[in-house]
């Protein structure tokens, strides 16, 4: 297992995610009981950008940094540039601090919500650990998270929200193991939202696992969101990124349809840019 996150922290796939994570958190709370949120690849929770490893690639600087001027932004985008503002107050105008999906969750989660994070990477589980240590709403698991989610759903809240977000090192058989993980949660928990982050390198790879959704996952509604900075004809370089939501929220289309251009916009690396809006339904 050789990726670390810090390379990536903040680029322009954490701001499509994260931003996305945040509005399907907001739909959680619009209900008063309590939601668990279930982060099977939870990362170390905070990135330092001043690390070797974040400096190196500067990833962010084409992310979340683009953003932080920005105004009238769509309200899941607000939400999230305020929050990493808001880390990141008193640094000057160079972000030093980045939150991962954990961290952002935490910062939204009223008292009575509750938080599963999954890490299989001891040195990141052991810094996500540190950093929830006396946040009662959090439990922490150095562990498999597709095996954690076997294992630990359907939680006692009943209702939430899972995050997938693996590192893909191996496109095809992530999405095999995604696949598997999905058909037992959804099996023992159908009613939760579930919310899975994939690269765009060639379209092909990607084609399955929305056929696989679409067809045979049980789901009765998912909905994908997709957005490319490059055409997804290139196996070397991350085209762009999506989002694969099952049971997604009511109306949540329309909440990405405005979503989507501003990101496209805001996060060019060229002048090629596209995103899609797509229900999955079989054929
Ligand atoms: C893309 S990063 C997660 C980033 C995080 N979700 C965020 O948005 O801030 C993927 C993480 O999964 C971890 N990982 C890899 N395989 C795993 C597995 N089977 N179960 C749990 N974590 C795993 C990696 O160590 C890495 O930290």
């Not at 309590?34 to 974040?54: I, P, V």
């Not at 985008?77 to 008193?90: K, P, T």
């Not at 946040?135 to 630990?152: C, M, N, P, Q, V």
């Not at 929200?161 to 023992?188: C, K, M, N, T, Y």
Request: charged residues 20%; contains cysteine; aromatic residues 10%.
């Amino acid at each position: 297992m050789n990726y670390r996150h810090a390379f990536h922290a903040g680029n322009f796939a954490d701001v499509f995610k994260h931003s996305i994570l945040l509005g399907l958190l907001e739909a959680q709370k619009q209900k008063q009981s309590a939601f668990c949120y279930f982060d099977t690849h939870a990362g170390r929770g905070r990135y330092d950008l001043r690390s070797e490893e974040a400096a190196k690639t500067r990833e962010y600087a084409g992310g979340v940094q683009r953003l932080l001027t920005s105004t009238r932004l769509p309200t899941a985008l607000h939400i999230y540039v305020n929050l990493v503002r808001a880390l990141n107050a008193g640094q000057g105008s160079e972000l030093a601090v980045y939150p991962g999906s954990p961290l952002l969750a935490s910062l939204v989660m009223r008292e009575q919500d509750r938080a599963i994070a999954c890490e299989l990477q001891p040195d990141e589980a052991a810094a996500l650990k540190a950093l929830f240590r006396g946040d009662a709403r959090f439990s922490i698991h150095e562990r498999d998270g597709y095996e954690a989610l076997k294992a630990l759903t359907p939680p006692k809240q009943k209702r939430g929200l899972v995050l997938i977000d693996p590192p893909f090192e191996a496109q095809a058989g992530e999405f095999l193991q995604i696949e598997a993980a999905l058909a037992g949660a959804l099996a023992r928990w159908p009613n939760a939202t579930y919310a899975v982050w994939y690269p765009i390198k060639l379209r092909q790879h990607i084609v399955p696992f929305h056929r696989w959704i679409a067809e045979r996952s049980g789901a009765t509604s998912a909905l994908v969101a997709e957005l490319l900075l490059h055409p997804d004809n290139s196996a070397l370089r991350l085209n762009g990124c999506g989002m694969a939501i099952v049971n997604p929220p009511w109306k949540f289309d329309r909440q990405l349809d405005e979503l989507l251009p501003v990101l496209r916009e805001l996060l060019a690396q060229s002048r090629y840019g596209a995103q899609k809006l797509e229900w999955l339904k079989a054929a």
